[in-house]
C-alpha cells in the first residue's frame, strides 16, 4: 500500500497499538499546536519502525499538550530493505543531503567510512539519525534505516560478509558505462560504498579491487560531486539489481 501523503506523518520512539495513547514530544507538540493548530479530533499519521503506520486521533488538546489515540493501522511493517549504504562523511550540508537521499533511495543501514581523504573524521551520530527520522517522514518511508557508529577504511573490509556484494565507484574506472558490471552480479546481499570529495586513495583502491567479492563500477565521463555521485550510484544500483 503506499503512503499518504495528503496527511501528516510523524515518527515516534514508543510502541503503536489500537486504543494507545500517545504523548509527542515538546517539539511535536509545539508543531502541532502552533504550526498545524491541531485542535481535538485532528487525524495524523505514526509510525516507530516497528509497527506500521497509525492513524491517530487528537483526544485531549491543551494549551501546552495534546494526546494522540491510535485508531487503525494504516499500512504494515515492511522489512528493512537488504541495501548496506556506506560512505564517506562529508561537511555538514551536504551530509545532511546525502543522508535524506540514501533514506528516499531505499538504503536499509548507513555505514559512515573514514577513508584517507575523508572530510570528517568524527559525524554527529544523532544528527545522522535526526536526518534519517526527517526523510521517513516527508517520504512516507516506515522501515527507518540503521545508523551505524563510524568504521574505518581496513576494518570495513576486513569485516565485511562474504556473501555480500560490495559495489564501490571507481572513478579512474576504464569505461564510462557501469551496466555490465552491475548486471553480471548475482548476489541478492549487496552493499555500495562511495568515497569522500578526493576520491580513494590508489592504496584503498588497490585494496578494493583485490578482493573477490568487490565490483567497481564507473559513473560516467563527468566528475560527480560526492553527494551527486551518492545519488547516481544508488539509482543505478537499484534499478539494475536492487527493488526498482
Known amino acids: 500500500m503506499r503512503a499518504n501523503y495528503r496527511m501528516q506523518r510523524l515518527f515516534v520512539p514508543g510502541d503503536l497499538a489500537a486504543?494507545?495513547?500517545?504523548?509527542?514530544?515538546?517539539?511535536?507538540?509545539?508543531?502541532?499546536?502552533?504550526?498545524?493548530r491541531m485542535a481535538e479530533g485532528g487525524e495524523l499519521l505514526l509510525f516507530n519502525g516497528r509497527d506500521g503506520e497509525w492513524l491517530v486521533r487528537a483526544t485531549a488538546v491543551a494549551k501546552k499538550t495534546i494526546v494522540l489515540e491510535a485508531v487503525e493501522q494504516m499500512r504494515?511493517?515492511?522489512?528493512?530493505?537488504?541495501?548496506?549504504?556506506?560512505?564517506?562523511?562529508l561537511k555538514?550540508?551536504?551530509?545532511?543531503?546525502?543522508?535524506?537521499?540514501?533514506?528516499?533511495?531505499?538504503?536499509?543501514?548507513?555505514?559512515?567510512?573514514?577513508?584517507?581523504?575523508?572530510?570528517?573524521?568524527?559525524?554527529?551520530?544523532?544528527?545522522?539519525?535526526?536526518?534519517?527520522?526527517?526523510?521517513?517522514?516527508?517520504?512516507?518511508?516506515?522501515?527507518?534505516?540503521?545508523?551505524r557508529e563510524p568504521m574505518k577504511f581496513e576494518r570495513l573490509l576486513a569485516d565485511w560478509?562474504?556473501?555480500?556484494?560490495?559495489?564501490?565507484?571507481?572513478?579512474?574506472?576504464?569505461?564510462?558505462?557501469?551496466?555490465?558490471?552491475?548486471?553480471?552480479?548475482?548476489?541478492?546481499?549487496?552493499?555500495?560504498?562511495?568515497?569522500?570529495?578526493?576520491?580513494?586513495?590508489?592504496?584503498?583502491?588497490?585494496?578494493?579491487?583485490?578482493?573477490?567479492?568487490v565490483t567497481a563500477i564507473p559513473?560516467?565521463?563527468r566528475i560527480l560531486r560526492a553527494d551527486t555521485a551518492a545519488v547516481a550510484a544508488l539509482a543505478l544500483v537499484q534499478a539494475t539489481v536492487g527493488d526498482w
Open 19 to 36: 486504543g494507545m495513547e500517545i504523548e509527542p514530544s515538546v517539539a511535536q507538540t509545539h508543531y502541532l499546536l502552533h504550526v498545524l
Open 76 to 89: 504494515p511493517q515492511p522489512p528493512l530493505p537488504d541495501l548496506l549504504y556506506c560512505f564517506a562523511p
Open 92 to 147: 555538514q550540508g551536504r551530509l545532511d543531503y546525502l543522508v535524506q537521499k540514501a533514506v528516499e533511495m531505499g538504503a536499509g543501514a548507513l555505514q559512515p567510512v573514514i577513508t584517507q581523504h575523508t572530510q570528517v573524521a568524527k559525524p554527529g551520530i544523532e544528527r545522522l539519525k535526526a536526518n534519517v527520522i526527517e526523510a521517513a517522514e516527508q517520504c512516507g518511508v516506515l522501515a527507518v534505516p540503521l545508523v
Open 161 to 213: 560478509e562474504a556473501d555480500r556484494r560490495l559495489i564501490f565507484c571507481d572513478e579512474d574506472a576504464e569505461t564510462n558505462n557501469p551496466l555490465a558490471a552491475l548486471q553480471a552480479i548475482s548476489e541478492a546481499k549487496i552493499g555500495l560504498l562511495v568515497g569522500p570529495e578526493g576520491g580513494f586513495s590508489e592504496a584503498e583502491r588497490k585494496a578494493l579491487r583485490a578482493l573477490p567479492f
Open 219 to 221: 559513473l560516467g565521463p
